[in-house]
Each structure stands twice: as C-alpha cells, then as structure tokens.
C-alpha cells in the first residue's frame, strides 16, 4: 500500500495520487433506496474510490 496517498480537491478538479490497479467509469444504477456500480467480482474486498462527477 502506498504511503503517499493523497486526494486534492480545488476549483472542481480532483487530483489523486495513490498506486492504482485499474480505472472505471460506469453509470450508478439504482438499487433499492440506493445505487450502485458493478465492478469485476475480481475487485471483491479491494479499496475502491467513488467520485460522482457533475452531468
């Protein structure tokens, strides 16, 4: 795991840095009273980031 992690938000742009395995952009879907994004059963017990962007 890395010991630099570090997430900057400012002016609506996000800067990450932290050693990534593999990037997605997928939809939310809805479940239930909430949603959810699908990913590989592969990424099962991982850290993950989710960052909802603006339309």
């Keep these: 795991m890395s010991e630099e992690r570090k997430i900057k938000i400012q002016n609506e742009k996000i800067t990450l840095t932290d050693e990534v395995e593999t990037f997605f952009e997928k939809k939310v879907k809805s479940l239930g009273n909430s949603g959810r ?7 099962i017990g991982k850290r993950a980031y989710v960052i909802v962007l603006k339309d």
């Design 37 to 43: 994004v699908s990913v590989p059963k592969r990424f």
